[in-house]
């Protein structure tokens, strides 16, 4: 969020986790990665990235460990009940746990749900302060919602129960969930003057249902969007222009919506075929940094032609007196390197190897001068390794 430096975000996407932005059907990551480039390509610098998953802290941490994630502007997590910002460092926002703090009575919802031997327990790490979760059978759900809703309430709790996935049950305060959590940082944003220009929120289960009734806000439910979405978006949503049902299964679901609402630009790097347009005319630095990333990807892989015209724009990219300092110390000079590139042709054929960029974070010196730091990230077979880079940008003029 540092990056917007008070300005309103120029697009703010809300994305569940699981069978959304992460598809568990595509080994490879091939959507993840397609999305990936966009976001870091066109729109890291000026706009938010959140993610909105019914995970607790530790399975979101764990996911992040086994696929390709971008590190978001702020993370919604146990299913809207806790709110962190700042990436990585996931610092809580104190306010939202005063919110849900009001009315909740943790021990009573235990003890009431404790009497429903349908109900398991999920593990420790899934309890949390405003989150009591269970596991239940699909069958027997609709009448244990029932008697426990009719309990809680001659308690005179203040609870919803969210059932999504056919298995998952979790029991919140009233005012939590993924749609009262971006409610409320919609809010927040306003009376802060940073109200973003556009918002686009993106789910497959039940648990997203309320970010679909979020106001002013686009919606896409992906291809893959499982019963009990679907059911609500036939009573509810249907008719809506502003929600659709992509045919696109999980971030690829996500893309199709940027085009289909007309959110530019809406091509992913990964979609385009050979060298994209470059120069005075299209000058945008994650753009830079990331087609030449994906372009050592595809020669290590084979699938560019191994040609002098390719050899040249990875030479022209590079300042001949450009040095690459290694975290262990070593020095080398990069423009050097990309003959030891040229080497490298094909080595990852038809292997398990990507390359992802991560975090880009500008500094403008000068006109036409860049700091830019930013993190590259390497899938050999089944290992990631992350460098952490800083790179001196200029911006080469016609006549220079």
Not at 49 to 69: A, D
Not at 108 to 136: D, G, N, W
Request: charged content about 25%.
């Amino acid at each position: 969020m540092e990056g917007l430096k008070g300005s309103s975000p120029r697009l703010m996407i809300v994305s569940d986790l699981d069978n959304t932005m992460v598809d568990h059907h595509d080994p490879e990551n091939i959507s993840l990665l397609r999305f990936n480039a966009l976001w870091e390509a066109d729109y890291r610098h000026d706009s938010l990235l959140v993610f909105s998953t019914g995970r607790s802290p530790t399975l979101y941490k764990e996911l992040r460990k086994e696929k390709p994630l971008l590190t978001p502007d702020i993370t919604i997590m146990s299913v809207g009940t806790e709110i962190t910002y700042d990436g990585d460092s996931m610092s809580p926002d104190k306010g939202w746990e005063e919110v849900l703090n009001e009315g909740w009575d943790r021990g009573t919802v235990v003890e009431e749900a404790s009497r429903f031997p349908e109900l398991k327990f999920q593990v420790e790490t899934e309890q949390r302060p405003h989150k009591v979760s269970f596991y239940i059978e699909k069958t027997k759900s609709s009448e244990v919602i029932n008697a426990l809703s009719k309990q809680l309430e001659e308690r005179q709790l203040d609870v919803k129960i969210i059932y999504s996935g056919g298995i998952d049950l979790d029991i919140l305060p009233q005012g939590a969930g993924k749609g009262q959590a971006l409610a409320y940082l919609l809010k927040k944003f306003n009376s802060e003057g940073k109200s973003p220009q556009n918002t686009l929120v993106c789910g497959d289960s039940g648990n997203d249902a309320e970010l679909f009734s979020v106001a002013d806000v686009y919606g896409v439910m992906v291809g893959n969007a499982q019963e009990e979405l679907l059911q609500w978006y036939e009573e509810n949503a249907k008719g809506n222009p502003k929600v659709i049902l992509a045919h696109e299964r999980c971030a690829a679901g996500i893309i199709q919506a940027m085009q289909h609402f007309n959110l530019d630009p809406n091509v992913s790097p990964r979609d385009i075929v050979g060298l994209s347009q470059t120069g005075a005319k299209y000058f945008l630095l994650g753009h830079e940094i990331v087609e030449f990333h994906l372009l050592c990807e595809r020669w290590r892989r084979a699938e560019v032609e191994d040609s002098n015209e390719i050899f040249q724009w990875f030479k022209s990219a590079i300042d001949p007196k450009c040095s690459l300092l290694h975290p262990w110390g070593v020095e080398e000079n990069l423009f050097t390197g990309i003959d030891v590139l040229r080497q490298c042709y094909g080595d990852q054929k038809g292997k398990q190897f990507r390359i992802w960029i991560d975090r880009i974070r500008p500094l403008k010196i000068s006109s036409d001068i860049w700091l830019v730091r930013f993190d590259k990230w390497e899938l050999i077979g089944q290992i990631n390794f992350c460098n952490l880079f800083t790179w001196h940008l200029n911006k080469c003029h016609p006549d220079s």
